[in-house]
């Protein structure tokens, strides 16, 4: 705009220059048609430079639209959040539960009865489904994975009958994906559970097997396997987690690993453990390993014991005596969990000083309950933790502080009214402008602001 200025400001020198008065008759004549010349060039130079403005404009409003860029101020906070609306959904197929969605390189990944599907994070419209832009088959039998698809340094590793490791960016033939590796096939993964941590990734399984998380070959064995066999309940294997050097796993019993155990599909003994059964889900954040047990959450430090000594845990808290309690989840010094007796809330703990206590509740919901038989989790983006139990809720992450007398409850941000109920949801993930969840009844829900 600066130039246009500049355009406009010589044109006006040119019009309005008056010529010498000691010109004869003629020489006026020839100066007066120079000046309507130089009147009629300015004037087309200006009306070119404003068509270029105008172009440019337009150009690059187009390439926004192509884009897909998100206006001004359209992220999603604690301010916005309540005007979240559900933007499209398409089905995903059903599985034995839900299993949560993951976000990468403009993807959104999905277990489906037909293996890992890759969905473009913009669709056409909630009335129309979205088909995916490819899938990758990850079991030899054809069927889907159950466990939540989990994504590092630009590859998605699932496990089905076995590990496959897909690449974010595929070269899709005919919307078929073909992983880059994978472990060798078991029948005993049907129900196992991965995560990654650094240049591993790691199977909870009948054992626990860590594997490098880069492989030059079609088929990679792991680097080290437990000792130990994780106890399968309820059709399900126990969990891992991993941090600060240490990978836990919850089975029969609490057992801690060092990350760094061996080479080669070396046997690897656990640091420690603990003397009782676990089955929850462990997290480990801030030097300690949070797991929840039935009623209970308790944290044990991550250096408690070596040489496979039983460790004691530092606090143990029963949010709701005699209910179920979830899996938690850790952000900034507090544990989230929630617990269910046909009724629900969340409860939040402030970690250290060898202690555990209270700061928000949320109010009971309207039917349900924050947790189904300890299966509800939870997860933090953003400043508010995202739930689903008889509807999608997000909640402040640090709510009006409430003292141990009061016990205040904590008012949701937002609840989602448009999903409908009966269903079960997955684990919700959440970015700057969606939010993305799996439920029951096979379909892949996505939210996001309206356009202003």
Known sequence: MAELHDVIERA??????????SLSVDDLH????????????????????????????????????????????????PITVQ????????????????????????????NTTNGLSAYPIRCAGSS?????????PTAADGSGPLSDPVVS?????????????????????????????????????????????????????D??????????????????????????????????????????????????????????????RPMWRTDSSSGGVPVIADGAVFVSTFDRLSAFPVGCATAGAVCDPAWTVRPSPGSFVSAPVVWQGVVYVSADRGYGY??????GHGACRQVWRSPEPTSGGFARLGWWHASVADGMVWAGADQLYAFPARCAAATDSDRRSCAPLWRDSQ??????????????????????DGKLLAFGLPAR
């Open 83 to 110: 005007h979240l609306r559900l933007r499209w959904t398409t089905p995903v197929g059903t599985v034995d539960q839900p299993t949560r969605p993951v976000v990468a390189g403009g993807l959104v990944f999905v």
């Open 153 to 205: 340094n630009g590859t998605v590793f699932v496990v089905s009958d076995r590990l496959a490791a897909v690449p974010v960016a595929c070269h899709a033939v005919a919307g078929v994906c073909r992983p880059s590796w994978t472990s060798p096939g078991r029948t005993s993964w049907r129900h196992a559970s991965v995560i990654t941590a650094g240049n591993t990734v790691y199977v909870s399984a």
């Open 12 to 21: 006006d020198r040119a019009v309005r220059t008056l010529p010498s008065p």
């Open 346 to 351: 969340s409860y939040g703990c402030v970690t």
């Open 30 to 77: 020839r100066e007066a048609g120079r000046r309507t010349r130089r009147r009629r060039l300015a004037t087309a130079t200006v009306a070119l430079a404003f068509a270029a403005a105008g172009i440019w404009l337009a150009v690059s409003a187009l390439r926004g639209v192509q884009h897909g860029s998100i206006p001004a101020g359209r992220t999603i906070d």
């Open 207 to 268: 054992r626990l097997y860590a594997f490098p998380a880069t492989c030059a070959k079609r088929t990679c064995g792991p680097k080290w396997v437990s000792t130990m066999k994780a106890c399968r309940c309820a059709g399900s294997f126990g969990v891992a987690a991993a941090g600060d050097g240490t990978v836990a796993v919850s089975g029969e019993d609490l057992d801690a690993f060092p990350a760094n155990c061996g080479t080669g599909g070396a046997a690897c």
């Open 419 to 440: 999903s409908g109920g009966g269903v079960e949801f997955s684990v919700p993930t959440a970015t700057s402008s969606a939010l993305y969840v799996t439920t029951s």
């Open 128 to 136: 129309t489904p979205c088909p995916p832009s490819w899938v990758a």
